[in-house]
């Protein structure tokens, strides 16, 4: 009789343990081992509840199902719970009235902690709970434990990405909008200077005219620049403009659109070989290379190398000068 007693109580922990799990919602999980749990030790009511300072937090709760309510506590009760190591079982007092979600005046109690500040309440009115029942559900128990705390960082993961993707929105709005409106200056500009070409043409010296046509490049660029970021924007809406680049006409466009100190030498290899990219990203990229080669050159005379090299399967591209470069400390960061 023992003996299929020990039977039944292993094949109850299997099927305990078999109902873990098996989700990653967390009602789910509480509702499958929960109900199997009272049905099978035939208990009355079960409940978790979450300490949040001195609030207790209803994660869920049977027969009432989940709810989320919060209510502040005693400092009996917070001291209670915060001094129970892993699990106690305790006789009906009116003091745990203020611990249950249900109405209560008789019976047993077992409350065991399943982390630091969250626990579990199982409830019997007939006294059926015993410590050998709870060192046995123990190793169930902080199983289940362990799949909620995955249920709910799935959920708080769920969170962080919806409002991760609620930041980018915004971010893209914004920059299509300042982007936008940054157009309409640019264009006034670009009226201005040709009217002052077709007005006065006859007052400039060549000088002048050389200005004027360099301040029109510049005026063209800029707005090549804030359509970039309009495109940008919309990475995520709108595939990449992909075509065939010359990068000799896009790194001569660089070099002269950008401000070259005189003690700076910038040389660039002939014969670069054409790419297959996007126009707007590729400018700025040997832009931004070029100008921090600038910016950070240190020497009395700067030189900067823009080259490639050909491996066995492809092209290595490179920007290259005898500046302080970047200290050691930084390089696995950066470029690994």
């Known amino acids: 009789m023992e003996e299929n007693n020990q039977i039944l109580d292993i094949l109850r922990l299997y099927e305990y343990s078999m ?12 509702e499958r081992f929960l109900q199997l749990l009272l049905k099978r030790k035939n208990l009355n009511a079960c409940w978790i509840l979450k300490l949040i300072e001195k609030n207790l937090r209803t994660e869920y709760s049977i027969p009432y199902g989940e709810i989320n309510q919060k209510q502040e506590i005693s400092k009996w009760a917070n001291d209670y719970l915060k001094n129970i190591d892993q699990y106690t079982l305790e006789e009906y007092h009116f003091l745990f009235n203020e611990l249950s979600t249900i109405p209560i005046e008789n019976g047993t109690i077992a409350v065991i902690r399943l982390d630091t500040d969250t626990y579990l309440f199982l409830y019997s009115i007939k006294n059926n709970l015993y410590q050998k029942d709870l060192n046995q559900l123990i190793p169930v128990i902080n199983k289940f434990s362990i ?17 991760l993707e609620e930041r980018n929105e915004e971010l893209n709005n914004y920059a299509h909008i300042v982007s936008h409106d940054l157009k309409s200056p640019l264009r006034n500009m670009d009226a201005l200077v040709s009217w002052l070409k077709e007005d006065h043409i006859k007052d400039f010296s060549e000088d002048s005219l050389k200005y004027i046509e360099l301040i029109s490049e510049n005026i063209s660029r800029m707005e090549s620049l804030v359509s970039g970021i309009l495109e940008y924007s919309t990475i995520g809406i709108k595939n990449f403009k992909m075509s065939k680049i010359d990068l000799n006409t896009i790194l001569k466009d660089v070099i002269n659109h950008i401000y070259i100190p005189k003690n700076i030498n910038i040389t660039v290899l002939d014969k670069f070989p054409s790419v297959i990219g996007d126009t707007h990203r590729l400018q700025q990229l040997f832009q931004n290379l070029i100008s921090n080669s600038i910016k950070y050159n240190d020497k009395e005379t700067g030189e900067i190398e823009v080259g490639f090299m050909k491996t066995d399967e492809t092209y290595v591209y490179y920007v290259k000068d005898n500046g302080k470069g970047i200290e050691e400390k930084y390089h696995l960061k950066i470029f690994n």
């Open 19 to 30: 109902s873990i799990g098996k989700s990653l919602d967390y009602s789910e999980n509480c």
């Open 147 to 163: 799949t909620i705390k995955a249920c709910e960082a799935h959920d708080n993961q769920k969170i962080l990405l919806k409002k």
